[in-house]
Protein backbone atom coordinates (compact mmCIF):
# COMPACT_ATOMS: atom_id res chain seq x y z
CA UNK A 1 0.00 0.00 0.00
CA UNK A 2 2.75 2.25 0.76
CA UNK A 3 6.24 3.14 -1.35
CA UNK A 4 8.71 5.11 -0.49
CA UNK A 5 10.83 7.42 -0.71
CA UNK A 6 8.09 9.64 -2.14
CA UNK A 7 9.25 11.98 -5.21
CA UNK A 8 7.13 14.90 -3.75
CA UNK A 9 9.31 16.64 -6.56
CA UNK A 10 9.67 15.61 -9.91
CA UNK A 11 10.75 19.02 -11.90
CA UNK A 12 13.49 19.57 -8.28
CA UNK A 13 16.44 17.24 -9.56
CA UNK A 14 17.93 20.15 -12.04
CA UNK A 15 17.50 22.35 -8.94
CA UNK A 16 19.01 19.83 -6.40
CA UNK A 17 21.97 18.85 -8.51
CA UNK A 18 22.91 22.56 -9.09
CA UNK A 19 22.68 23.68 -5.86
CA UNK A 20 25.21 20.56 -5.00
CA UNK A 21 27.19 21.46 -8.20
CA UNK A 22 28.11 25.22 -6.86
CA UNK A 23 28.46 24.32 -3.37
CA UNK A 24 31.48 22.58 -4.19
CA UNK A 25 32.57 24.85 -6.48
CA UNK A 26 32.46 28.07 -4.09
CA UNK A 27 34.27 25.27 -1.45
CA UNK A 28 37.08 24.56 -3.78
CA UNK A 29 37.64 28.73 -5.42
CA UNK A 30 39.12 27.57 -8.55
CA UNK A 31 38.30 28.94 -11.71
CA UNK A 32 38.71 25.06 -13.28
CA UNK A 33 35.84 24.06 -10.60
CA UNK A 34 33.42 27.12 -11.28
CA UNK A 35 33.82 26.52 -15.16
CA UNK A 36 32.84 23.42 -14.45
CA UNK A 37 29.81 24.32 -12.60
CA UNK A 38 29.01 26.91 -15.19
CA UNK A 39 28.63 23.78 -17.60
CA UNK A 40 26.69 21.42 -15.95
CA UNK A 41 24.81 23.96 -14.83
CA UNK A 42 23.90 24.76 -18.39
CA UNK A 43 23.77 21.21 -19.14
CA UNK A 44 21.13 20.37 -16.28
CA UNK A 45 18.81 23.42 -17.54
CA UNK A 46 19.14 22.25 -21.07
CA UNK A 47 18.04 19.10 -19.83
CA UNK A 48 15.35 20.78 -17.54
CA UNK A 49 14.01 23.13 -20.50
CA UNK A 50 13.74 19.66 -22.83
CA UNK A 51 11.59 18.41 -19.99
CA UNK A 52 9.32 20.98 -19.04
CA UNK A 53 8.75 22.17 -23.12
CA UNK A 54 7.78 18.48 -23.96
CA UNK A 55 5.78 17.84 -21.19
CA UNK A 56 3.80 21.08 -22.34
CA UNK A 57 3.63 20.42 -26.01
CA UNK A 58 2.19 16.67 -24.57
CA UNK A 59 -0.78 18.42 -22.82
CA UNK A 60 -1.54 20.89 -25.49
CA UNK A 61 -1.59 18.14 -28.56
CA UNK A 62 -2.85 15.66 -27.07
CA UNK A 63 -6.81 15.40 -27.55
CA UNK A 64 -9.16 14.59 -24.93
CA UNK A 65 -10.76 11.01 -25.77
CA UNK A 66 -13.71 9.33 -24.26
CA UNK A 67 -12.69 6.42 -22.51
CA UNK A 68 -15.15 4.21 -24.38
CA UNK A 69 -14.18 5.61 -28.10
CA UNK A 70 -10.14 5.81 -26.83
CA UNK A 71 -7.65 4.53 -28.82
CA UNK A 72 -4.89 2.34 -27.22
CA UNK A 73 -1.95 4.10 -26.77
CA UNK A 74 -1.13 7.65 -25.13
CA UNK A 75 -4.40 9.61 -24.46
CA UNK A 76 -5.49 12.06 -22.57
CA UNK A 77 -8.97 11.64 -19.59
CA UNK A 78 -10.95 13.72 -18.29
CA UNK A 79 -13.15 12.64 -15.57
CA UNK A 80 -14.43 12.23 -12.01
CA UNK A 81 -12.32 10.43 -9.30
CA UNK A 82 -13.53 7.34 -8.27
CA UNK A 83 -12.06 4.73 -5.71
CA UNK A 84 -11.81 0.94 -6.94
CA UNK A 85 -15.06 -0.96 -6.06
CA UNK A 86 -14.76 -2.52 -2.25
CA UNK A 87 -12.24 -0.51 -1.65
CA UNK A 88 -11.27 2.01 1.26
CA UNK A 89 -7.54 4.17 1.22
CA UNK A 90 -7.12 6.65 4.51
CA UNK A 91 -3.68 8.55 4.79
CA UNK A 92 -1.73 6.50 7.47
CA UNK A 93 -1.60 9.65 9.62
CA UNK A 94 -4.87 11.96 9.69
CA UNK A 95 -6.66 8.66 8.13
CA UNK A 96 -8.43 10.50 5.98
CA UNK A 97 -10.38 8.91 3.08
CA UNK A 98 -9.14 9.49 -0.35
CA UNK A 99 -8.00 8.22 -3.79
CA UNK A 100 -4.36 8.17 -3.59
CA UNK A 101 -1.90 10.13 -0.91
CA UNK A 102 1.60 11.36 -0.49
CA UNK A 103 3.17 12.05 2.89
CA UNK A 104 6.51 13.27 4.44
CA UNK A 105 6.71 13.42 8.27
CA UNK A 106 9.74 15.83 9.88
CA UNK A 107 11.35 15.85 13.42
CA UNK A 108 12.62 19.36 14.74
CA UNK A 109 16.39 18.64 15.92
CA UNK A 110 18.28 21.44 17.25
CA UNK A 111 16.11 24.02 15.83
CA UNK A 112 15.94 22.41 12.04
CA UNK A 113 13.53 20.16 10.84
CA UNK A 114 15.00 16.76 9.75
CA UNK A 115 12.88 14.58 7.86
CA UNK A 116 12.55 10.89 9.12
CA UNK A 117 9.25 9.41 6.98
CA UNK A 118 8.44 9.30 3.35
CA UNK A 119 5.74 7.69 1.38
CA UNK A 120 2.92 7.47 -0.92
CA UNK A 121 0.34 4.85 -1.89
CA UNK A 122 0.06 2.81 -5.09
CA UNK A 123 -3.35 1.57 -4.75
CA UNK A 124 -4.73 2.06 -8.06
CA UNK A 125 -8.02 4.04 -8.63
CA UNK A 126 -10.57 5.08 -11.49
CA UNK A 127 -11.45 7.69 -13.81
CA UNK A 128 -15.03 8.01 -14.70
CA UNK A 129 -16.10 10.41 -17.96
CA UNK A 130 -19.56 9.08 -18.41
CA UNK A 131 -18.89 6.66 -21.23
CA UNK A 132 -16.70 4.02 -18.79
CA UNK A 133 -14.34 3.89 -16.08
CA UNK A 134 -10.77 3.81 -16.53
CA UNK A 135 -8.29 2.59 -13.56
CA UNK A 136 -5.18 4.86 -13.44
CA UNK A 137 -1.88 2.92 -11.96
CA UNK A 138 -0.07 5.54 -9.86
CA UNK A 139 3.31 3.67 -9.95
CA UNK A 140 5.32 5.93 -12.03
CA UNK A 141 3.20 8.84 -12.45
CA UNK A 142 3.47 12.83 -11.62
CA UNK A 143 0.43 13.36 -9.27
CA UNK A 144 0.28 17.22 -8.90
CA UNK A 145 -2.76 18.27 -6.88
CA UNK A 146 -4.21 20.84 -5.03
CA UNK A 147 -5.06 19.08 -1.59
CA UNK A 148 -2.54 19.40 0.85
CA UNK A 149 -2.07 19.91 4.35
CA UNK A 150 0.58 20.34 6.86
CA UNK A 151 -0.23 19.25 10.95
CA UNK A 152 2.07 19.55 13.85
CA UNK A 153 2.42 17.41 16.80
CA UNK A 154 4.96 18.56 19.91
CA UNK A 155 8.28 18.18 17.88
CA UNK A 156 6.78 16.58 14.45
CA UNK A 157 5.44 17.93 11.68
CA UNK A 158 3.00 15.77 9.11
CA UNK A 159 2.95 17.25 5.15
CA UNK A 160 0.29 15.17 3.13
CA UNK A 161 -1.65 15.80 -0.42
CA UNK A 162 -4.41 14.07 -1.59
CA UNK A 163 -6.26 13.43 -4.14
CA UNK A 164 -10.11 12.72 -3.26
CA UNK A 165 -13.39 10.78 -4.30
CA UNK A 166 -15.05 13.45 -6.83
CA UNK A 167 -12.34 15.25 -7.73
CA UNK A 168 -12.20 15.83 -11.39
CA UNK A 169 -8.89 14.19 -12.78
CA UNK A 170 -6.67 15.21 -15.67
CA UNK A 171 -4.86 11.98 -16.99
CA UNK A 172 -2.43 11.86 -19.81
CA UNK A 173 -0.73 8.70 -20.43
CA UNK A 174 -0.68 5.06 -22.25
CA UNK A 175 -3.86 3.62 -22.59
CA UNK A 176 -5.01 -0.12 -23.13
CA UNK A 177 -8.00 -2.08 -22.87
CA UNK A 178 -8.41 -5.81 -22.40
CA UNK A 179 -11.49 -8.34 -21.69
CA UNK A 180 -11.59 -11.71 -20.64
CA UNK A 181 -11.10 -13.45 -24.38
CA UNK A 182 -7.98 -11.92 -25.51
CA UNK A 183 -5.96 -13.19 -21.96
CA UNK A 184 -3.43 -15.34 -23.11
CA UNK A 185 -3.57 -18.18 -21.61
CA UNK A 186 -1.26 -21.61 -21.07
CA UNK A 187 -3.30 -24.60 -20.01
CA UNK A 188 -0.29 -26.77 -20.41
CA UNK A 189 1.88 -24.48 -18.10
CA UNK A 190 -0.91 -23.65 -15.87
CA UNK A 191 -1.47 -27.21 -15.20
CA UNK A 192 2.47 -27.78 -14.59
CA UNK A 193 2.51 -25.21 -12.11
CA UNK A 194 -0.79 -26.13 -10.16
CA UNK A 195 0.46 -30.22 -10.13
CA UNK A 196 4.08 -28.74 -8.31
CA UNK A 197 1.82 -26.72 -5.87
CA UNK A 198 -0.10 -30.14 -4.73
CA UNK A 199 3.10 -31.97 -4.65
CA UNK A 200 4.45 -29.63 -2.17
CA UNK A 201 1.55 -30.77 -0.07
CA UNK A 202 2.04 -34.17 -0.02
CA UNK A 203 -0.15 -35.08 2.62
CA UNK A 204 -3.02 -33.33 1.29
CA UNK A 205 -1.71 -35.39 -2.46
CA UNK A 206 -2.29 -38.45 -0.38
CA UNK A 207 -4.96 -37.98 1.09
CA UNK A 208 -6.65 -36.97 -2.32
CA UNK A 209 -5.51 -39.25 -5.05
CA UNK A 210 -3.58 -42.43 -3.16
CA UNK A 211 -6.68 -44.80 -3.51
CA UNK A 212 -5.08 -47.63 -1.97
CA UNK A 213 -3.83 -46.26 1.03
CA UNK A 214 -0.12 -47.30 0.62
CA UNK A 215 1.23 -44.10 0.83
CA UNK A 216 2.50 -43.58 -2.66
CA UNK A 217 0.76 -42.39 -5.47
CA UNK A 218 1.45 -44.30 -8.46
CA UNK A 219 1.15 -43.65 -12.20
CA UNK A 220 -2.50 -44.70 -12.10
CA UNK A 221 -3.18 -42.47 -9.28
CA UNK A 222 -1.27 -39.46 -10.98
CA UNK A 223 -3.02 -39.89 -13.82
CA UNK A 224 -5.85 -39.26 -11.72
CA UNK A 225 -4.49 -36.21 -10.43
CA UNK A 226 -3.42 -34.71 -13.82
CA UNK A 227 -7.01 -35.11 -14.95
CA UNK A 228 -7.88 -33.48 -11.73
CA UNK A 229 -5.80 -30.56 -12.84
CA UNK A 230 -6.64 -30.09 -15.92
CA UNK A 231 -10.01 -30.14 -15.03
CA UNK A 232 -9.26 -26.86 -12.63
CA UNK A 233 -7.50 -25.19 -15.25
CA UNK A 234 -10.34 -25.17 -17.32
CA UNK A 235 -12.24 -23.66 -15.07
CA UNK A 236 -10.03 -21.24 -13.84
CA UNK A 237 -9.43 -20.22 -17.46
CA UNK A 238 -13.44 -20.36 -18.17
CA UNK A 239 -13.82 -17.82 -15.48
CA UNK A 240 -11.22 -15.51 -17.21
CA UNK A 241 -12.44 -15.21 -20.41
CA UNK A 242 -15.55 -14.23 -19.22
CA UNK A 243 -14.26 -11.34 -17.36
CA UNK A 244 -15.64 -7.79 -19.04
CA UNK A 245 -13.86 -5.35 -20.72
CA UNK A 246 -11.41 -3.26 -18.99
CA UNK A 247 -9.73 0.12 -19.56
CA UNK A 248 -6.65 0.78 -17.79
CA UNK A 249 -3.87 4.06 -17.84
CA UNK A 250 -0.16 3.78 -17.11
CA UNK A 251 3.48 4.83 -17.44
CA UNK A 252 4.13 5.10 -21.10
CA UNK A 253 7.29 3.69 -22.54
CA UNK A 254 10.12 5.99 -24.07
CA UNK A 255 10.30 8.66 -21.19
CA UNK A 256 6.98 10.17 -22.35
CA UNK A 257 4.77 12.14 -19.57
CA UNK A 258 2.39 10.20 -17.45
CA UNK A 259 0.49 12.70 -15.53
CA UNK A 260 -2.46 12.68 -13.21
CA UNK A 261 -3.69 15.91 -11.90
CA UNK A 262 -7.17 17.87 -10.12
CA UNK A 263 -5.65 20.90 -11.38
CA UNK A 264 -7.59 21.89 -15.44
CA UNK A 265 -5.00 21.42 -18.46
CA UNK A 266 -4.35 25.14 -19.19
CA UNK A 267 -3.36 25.55 -15.62
CA UNK A 268 -0.88 22.73 -16.15
CA UNK A 269 0.12 23.76 -19.27
CA UNK A 270 0.85 27.03 -17.92
CA UNK A 271 2.94 25.34 -14.94
CA UNK A 272 5.39 23.93 -17.71
CA UNK A 273 5.37 27.08 -19.51
CA UNK A 274 6.51 28.66 -16.74
CA UNK A 275 8.84 25.75 -15.88
CA UNK A 276 10.41 26.39 -19.42
CA UNK A 277 11.14 29.13 -19.48
CA UNK A 278 12.82 29.20 -15.79
CA UNK A 279 15.12 26.40 -17.21
CA UNK A 280 16.02 28.57 -20.44
CA UNK A 281 16.26 31.87 -18.76
CA UNK A 282 18.81 30.08 -16.62
CA UNK A 283 20.94 27.93 -19.43
CA UNK A 284 21.70 31.60 -20.52
CA UNK A 285 22.70 32.81 -17.24
CA UNK A 286 24.84 29.49 -16.92
CA UNK A 287 26.44 30.26 -20.76
CA UNK A 288 27.36 34.28 -19.26
CA UNK A 289 28.84 32.47 -16.07
CA UNK A 290 31.19 30.16 -18.34
CA UNK A 291 32.56 33.27 -20.11
CA UNK A 292 32.98 35.45 -16.63
CA UNK A 293 34.46 32.66 -14.90
CA UNK A 294 37.19 32.07 -17.51
CA UNK A 295 38.54 36.00 -16.66
CA UNK A 296 38.66 35.32 -13.24
CA UNK A 297 41.92 34.34 -11.44
CA UNK A 298 40.38 33.95 -8.04
Given at each position: MIRGPARRWHDAPPFFLQAVIFGFALASASRTAWIAAFCLGAALNL???????????????????????????????????????????????????????????????????????????????????????????????????????????????IHESLLLEGDRLYALGHFASVNGAQARLDQRLDVADLLADWKRDQPELRQRFDLDGNGEIEAHEWALARLAAEREIARQHQAIRARPMTHTLSQPDAGRPYLISNRPPRHLGRRYAWLAALHLALFAGMLAGIGWAAQQTF
Open positions: WGWQRAFGKRRHILDTPTSRIAAAAQGDVELIGVGRPLAETQLLTPHSRLPCLWYRYTVERRENERWRQVDTGESDLPFLLDDGSGHCELDPHGAEILTSHHETRSEGDTR
